[in-house]
């Protein structure tokens, strides 16, 4: 049982232990996310190796980024608060032959187990779905080593993300099942920025990821509107 206090949404984390047998189809309720990987794999490779890092992924879900990440030679942990979530992921790495570490445990308890500890942190698509996105940036930023890199990516809030984001993706086009997202908790890019500043991060860079639904592919473009990635760096 979650205690009050904790900064999980119970009704959220339990969708997402519903569909923890589906994390690994490419075609089912998690496409989006298989879709997306390779562009924020780019991203972050665009701003610093994984060869040989130390990487948090936090709210890794079944391990999608996780595991790309360990392909490309990080070292990789992996935290969620979906224990379901948390056994796919550790079968599928056992069966990829990547050594991946995942635990159960909140991002700001691991932070004062275990402060600056990761060269890189990856905190993806988790933001929008915990009540208080600030206590999570906060962590990441206590966990990270100086000089260390954090990427964020989530989805904006603003007339078009709705359309987009929920009305298109859940309703009319079915990437989604309906009532992954809610509107309200979408994160506008200045409120990443403050937050991330707010604990003591450099926002570097800000890319949006563009769908196009009718080749259904992502890509990277200066259009933040609707999904977009940021780079921090801690100083
Ligand atoms: N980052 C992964 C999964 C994104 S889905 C990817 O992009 O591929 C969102 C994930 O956040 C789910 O696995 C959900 O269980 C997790 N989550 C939601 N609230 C959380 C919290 N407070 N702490 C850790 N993980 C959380």
């Known amino acids: 049982?979650?205690?009050?206090?904790?900064?999980?949404?119970?009704?959220?984390?339990?969708?997402?232990?519903?569909?923890?047998?589906?994390?690994?189809?490419?075609?089912?309720?998690?496409?989006?996310?298989?879709?997306?990987?390779?562009?924020?794999?780019?991203?972050?490779?665009?701003?610093?190796?994984?060869?040989?890092?130390?990487?948090?992924?936090?709210?890794?879900?079944?391990?999608?980024?996780?595991?790309?990440?360990?392909?490309?030679?990080?070292?990789?942990?992996?935290?969620?608060?979906?224990?379901?979530?948390?056994?796919?992921?550790?079968?599928?790495?056992?069966?990829?032959?990547?050594?991946?570490?995942?635990?159960?445990?909140?991002?700001?308890?691991?932070?004062?187990?275990?402060?600056?500890?990761?060269?890189?942190?990856?905190?993806?698509?988790?933001?929008?779905h915990v009540p208080n996105p600030a206590a999570i940036i906060q962590a990441c930023a206590t966990l990270v080593k100086p000089e260390g890199y954090i990427f964020f990516s989530t989805l904006n809030r603003n007339p078009k993300s709705f359309l987009f984001a929920i009305l298109g993706a859940e309703y009319l086009l079915h990437l989604l099942p309906r009532g992954t997202h809610e509107y309200g908790k979408f994160i506008r890019p200045s409120e990443l920025s403050f937050w991330a500043r707010q604990s003591g991060l450099e926002p570097a860079d800000i890319q949006g990821m563009g769908y196009n639904p009718l080749t259904r592919t992502y890509k990277i473009t200066p259009d933040v509107d609707v999904n977009y990635l940021m780079a921090a760096r801690k100083p």
């Not at 496409?31 to 190796?49: A, Q, Y």
């Not at 130390?54 to 942990?77: F, P, Q, R």
């Not at 691991?110 to 990856?122: H, N, R, V, W």
Request: charged share 25%; aromatic share 6%; proline share 3%.
């Open 1 to 128: 049982m979650h205690k009050q206090t904790d900064n999980v949404d119970a009704s959220d984390i339990a969708r997402f232990e519903a569909l923890a047998h589906r994390w690994w189809d490419s075609q089912g309720e998690f496409k989006p996310l298989h879709d997306i990987n390779p562009i924020r794999l780019g991203f972050v490779e665009r701003h610093t190796s994984l060869v040989g890092k130390s990487v948090l992924d936090v709210g890794c879900g079944g391990g999608i980024l996780a595991e790309a990440m360990a392909g490309k030679g990080a070292s990789v942990t992996g935290i969620d608060m979906a224990e379901a979530a948390l056994n796919v992921a550790r079968h599928h790495a056992e069966e990829s032959k990547l050594m991946i570490e995942y635990a159960r445990i909140p991002a700001e308890t691991l932070a004062q187990q275990q402060p600056e500890s990761y060269d890189i942190i990856t905190c993806m698509e988790m933001l929008e």
